[in-house]
Structures are given as structure tokens and as C-alpha cells.
């Protein structure tokens, strides 16, 4: 019994959301320590922020793409990212998991097909502001390349 694409769709946002809740609450879990951190940890927490959002949200995040088409709007958004400017992405649009065009801005479309290797969110704000470091464009770079694969 085949299932129509957009019953797979929802199936596979319920599931994302499934496993980002259970992230999430393992993480709070993981969050009762003392409230002031130690000598030690300080370091990580000054480099964390001022790291880049953008490569921190792409780098092994996980592709979900159910379609070649998807994958295929998935490459020409990480092609424009390494070539149009920051305020040219924030007006791009991209075609919808269905194809339709110009149905969603670039952060919903990553949102919808990236799988960060840690639950976080995308700030469109900072997003576009880190897009053009060099830390970010080998991110995208090298998911490209994934993709192209």
C-alpha cells in the first residue's frame, strides 16, 4: 500500500518534532547543574557565543528530502547562499515540499529539510548576519557537496 506524499510529510514532521521533544527534555534534564559555572567551563560558553549560526545549524545536520525535486530546491538554495548577498537571501523564495514555487523563504526551507546535529533554532536575524563568514560558507560548501552526491 503506497502512501500519498503529503501523508509521508506529515509523518515525517511528527516524528521530527517526536525527536526534537525528546531532545529537548533529555537536555533540561541534563541542565540541573550548579547554576554558576565553573572556571573550566567558561571558555566553551564565550566560544559558543561567538560561533557562527549558520555553520553550527548546517554542519552534520541530516538531509530529508523525500523527492529529487526536493533535493533539487535544496541545492539551488545552498548555491544562492554562496552567491547572492545576505539581503537578496532574506528575499528569495523557494518552492514548497509539494512544488510549489515561491511558497517559502529559505529559513523555512532548511527548517523543513535539515535536521541539525543539535536541536536549535534558526534567528533569521543572526542567520543572515553570519551567512557571508568563512566559517559558514564552507559549511554550505560541504553540504553542497553532499548534496551534489
Known amino acids: 500500500m503506497m502512501s500519498s506524499p503529503s501523508g509521508s510529510f506529515?509523518?515525517?514532521?511528527?516524528?521530527?518534532?517526536?525527536v526534537w521533544l525528546f531532545l529537548a527534555l533529555l537536555s533540561s534534564g541534563c541542565e540541573r547543574q550548579a547554576a554558576v559555572p565553573s572556571a573550566q567551563q567558561a571558555p566553551t560558553m564565550?566560544?559558543?557565543?561567538?560561533?557562527?549560526?549558520?555553520?553550527?545549524?548546517?554542519?552534520d545536520a541530516e538531509v530529508?528530502?523525500?523527492?529529487?525535486?526536493?533535493?533539487?530546491?535544496?541545492?539551488?538554495?545552498?548555491?544562492?547562499?554562496?552567491?547572492?548577498?545576505?539581503?537578496d537571501?532574506?528575499?528569495?523564495?523557494?518552492?514548497?515540499?509539494d512544488g510549489t514555487?515561491?511558497?517559502r523563504s529559505l529559513v523555512d526551507l532548511l527548517n523543513a529539510h535539515l535536521v541539525p546535529a543539535k536541536p536549535q533554532v534558526i534567528v533569521p536575524s543572526q542567520f543572515?548576519?553570519?551567512?557571508?563568514?568563512p566559517a559558514a560558507q564552507a559549511a554550505i560548501q560541504k553540504k553542497l557537496r553532499e548534496l551534489e552526491r
Open 10 to 18: 506529515q509523518r515525517l514532521v511528527v516524528l521530527r518534532l517526536a
Open 46 to 59: 564565550a566560544t559558543a557565543a561567538t560561533a557562527n549560526s549558520v555553520a553550527e545549524y548546517i554542519a
Open 64 to 87: 530529508q528530502a523525500e523527492t529529487d525535486e526536493q533535493r533539487a530546491e535544496l541545492r539551488k538554495a545552498f548555491s544562492d547562499m554562496l552567491v547572492l548577498t545576505a539581503a
Open 89 to 97: 537571501l532574506q528575499t528569495r523564495r523557494y518552492a514548497s515540499y
Open 101 to 103: 514555487k515561491g511558497a
Open 128 to 133: 543572515f548576519a553570519d551567512i557571508k563568514a
